[in-house]
């Protein structure tokens, strides 16, 4: 099986689909890990985006100044990718 075949398409230039509550897979775990990098979030890396994982969205966003709606689309793909690279 290859996790990253892609379902959708992509949010944006980040090349990554738009996640939110009730999305599943690979993208959701690379997500995951990336919120307990950041913020230390303390989720389990699942790949299940549930309450936890969009309440820590929603946190990563408030504290990030971006629109707090728990879905990670261009806006916050591009912010969270900026954020573990740099």
């Known amino acids: ?3 990253d075949r892609r379902l959708f398409p992509p949010a944006c230039d980040a090349g990554y689909p738009l996640v939110r509550r009730g999305s599943i897979g690979v993208y959701v775990c690379i997500l995951q ?7 230390g ?7 299940i985006f549930g309450v936890a ?3 820590a969205v929603e946190f990563y966003q408030a504290t990030r100044g ?6 990670v689309g261009c806006v916050t793909w591009q912010s ?7």
Not at 33 to 39: E, F, K, M, T, V
Not at 41 to 47: E, R, T
């Open 1 to 3: 099986m290859h996790f």
């Open 33 to 39: 890990d990336a919120l307990n990098i950041l913020i």
């Open 53 to 55: 994982t969009t309440d």
């Open 41 to 47: 979030a303390g989720l389990a890396i699942d790949g």
């Open 66 to 71: 971006l629109y707090a709606d728990g879905i």
């Open 80 to 86: 969270v990718t900026r954020a573990v690279l740099g």
